[in-house]
């Protein structure tokens, strides 16, 4: 069983920076594979970032890719998001979730989920 939390989300301006971060429980985070998924209103949920359980590989959207950053550190049973160059269409309530199966971007194979975190990127 893994317990997620998600924090550092907020209100920031067109251009800016945020980081995200995900807290897990339970002593196998290290065996999981991690994704960050988002969610904007009135849109479906989407795949932003993925990193393997090592953190060695990561695969990003294109809509996120050279501006969005994910990390890990095992130690601390942590992810991160680390997202610069925000624009407007980055607002969402942004999601982090555990997998057992790597380099997925489907929200239906992270058998584990956060309750999300609000980003709002505003001008």
């Known amino acids: 069983q893994v317990q997620l939390v998600e924090s550092g989300g907020g209100l920031v301006q067109t251009g800016g920076s945020l980081r995200l971060s995900c807290a897990a429980s339970?002593?196998?985070?290290?065996?999981?594979?991690m994704g960050w998924f988002r969610q904007a209103p009135g849109k479906e949920r989407e795949f932003v970032a993925t990193?393997?359980?090592?953190?060695?590989?990561?695969r990003y959207a294109d809509s996120v890719k050279g501006r969005f950053t994910i990390s890990r550190d095992n130690a601390k049973n942590t992810v991160y998001l680390q997202m610069s160059s925000l624009k407007s269409e980055d607002t969402a309530v942004y999601y982090c979730?555990?997998?057992?199966?790597?380099?997925?971007?489907?929200?239906?194979?992270?058998?584990?989920r956060g309750q999300g975190t609000q980003v709002t990127v505003s001008s």
């Open positions: 979730a555990a997998s057992r199966i790597q380099w997925s971007s489907r929200w239906a194979d992270y058998e584990y």
């Open positions: 339970g002593r196998t985070f290290s065996s999981y594979h």
């Open positions: 990193i393997n359980w090592s953190g060695g590989s990561t």
